[in-house]
């Protein structure tokens, strides 16, 4: 029986034309890690477990970047930068409507499960590299990321964002 490391590796090594794919889950959790790690099968495998861990607790939630509005770019805390969505499901149905060639992808969330609101911190409020595991912090509460913030990047700022369920 295969492990995620298995399946990590059989698909990096996959003959170039082959359409052979993974799911977006395990593809998201090894990226998180950085590249040394990403040949290592315990923290593979353990980044894996953690992140499906985090999404049956509920704490992770899925980012749309929506930062274009009647030619103009949008920047990081206005209204509608960015979407947030409870799950991968909530964030397809709108996706579906809003924006079929649209991609919406998973954050892990710090201090708990993302319920109403979440608060985001992004190290350059310029940066469009969504995707990137490094690009945004999301926190479940105020609390959590102000003294997140406090702790490692005073003077920074935080903006708080619905979850669409």
């Known amino acids: 029986m295969s492990d995620a490391f298995d399946r990590w590796v059989e698909w990096c090594s996959k003959p170039p034309g082959d359409r052979r794919g993974i799911p977006a ?16 099968r315990q923290r593979v495998n ?9 999404r049956r607790e509920g704490r992770t939630a899925w980012l749309y970047l929506d930062d274009y509005q009647d ?4 920047m990081i805390g206005e209204p509608g930068w960015a979407k ?19 991609v919406a992808w998973e954050y892990e969330v710090e201090g708990g499960p993302a319920e109403g609101s979440v608060w985001l911190y992004s190290p ?9 595991p490094d690009w945004i912090k999301l926190f479940a509460s105020k609390e959590s990321a102000i003294t997140w913030i ?8 935080i903006w708080e964002y619905p979850v669409q369920e």
Do not use: Q, T
Request: proline share 8%.
């Open 25 to 40: 889950e395990l593809y998201a959790a090894v990226m998180s890690l950085p590249e040394p790690d990403c040949s290592d």
């Open 46 to 54: 353990e980044v894996v477990r953690s992140h499906d861990e985090a």
């Open 71 to 74: 030619g103009r770019v949008r």
């Open 84 to 102: 947030v969505f409870a799950s991968a499901d909530a964030a397809d149905r709108w996706l579906k409507e809003g924006d079929p060639e649209g």
């Open 124 to 132: 350059d409020p310029a940066s469009r590299a969504i995707g990137d």
């Open 150 to 157: 406090e702790a490692n990047e005073p003077n920074r700022n």
